[in-house]
């Protein structure tokens, strides 16, 4: 049995880019594409569209508090 690991907000990001962009491979649609374009990651390190990273915290802790109940 594989040990479980976990990941940090930003790993888990990363892992969701990763998911999304080969489900668009598989499909390419305009759509995927922006959602994709928002989501890359900039030189410095943050996301092209910071509303976006801040929705996705807003997904984590929303996540973590069901988890919590």
Known sequence: MQEEKFMNQSE???AMYDFLE???KRGASEE???LLGSM???PDGK???PA???D???SVQSVIKKEGN
């Open 12 to 14: 888990a990001f990363l």
């Open 22 to 24: 080969k489900y668009w």
């Open 32 to 34: 995927f594409a922006i």
């Open 40 to 42: 890359s990651l900039q």
């Open 47 to 49: 996301c092209a569209d």
């Open 52 to 54: 976006l990273w801040n």
């Open 56 to 58: 996705w915290i807003e």
